[in-house]
């Protein structure tokens, strides 16, 4: 009974990990490498059709300069490290601690 359910799911669990892994290589392997991936993306161009229904506000679909930078400066418009750390470790802790809905 559980034991059958408990090894399927550990199977199932290993093959989706080496699935994730197999298309993650192939597919960073296939735009040219991992550096490749981090030298383009910050030169990504603004789809003109997709901004701003009815409005012409571009800095939402822009990339920052800091964009490989996670711990970012106080005083940072968009991520604050002070957000980061707190806002997201108090949202973490509701969400996978005490959302005990039933």
């Not at 707190?86 to 039933?102: E, H, K, P």
Request: include cysteine; proline fraction near 4%; glycine fraction near 8%.
């Amino acid at each position: 009974g559980l034991s059958a359910v408990i090894w399927t799911d550990f199977a199932q669990t290993i093959l989706m990990i080496i699935g994730a892994l197999v298309l993650s290589i192939k597919s960073i392997s296939k735009v040219g490498g991992y550096s490749e991936v981090m030298d383009t993306f910050g030169e990504i161009t603004v789809n003109e059709s997709y901004v701003g229904y009815g409005s012409n506000n571009q800095s939402c679909s822009s990339v920052p300069d800091n964009y490989m930078h996670l711990l970012r400066s106080p005083s940072d418009p968009e991520l604050p490290v002070t957000g980061m750390i707190f806002g997201l470790t108090i949202n973490a802790m509701w969400y996978w601690c005490s959302d005990q809905v039933r």
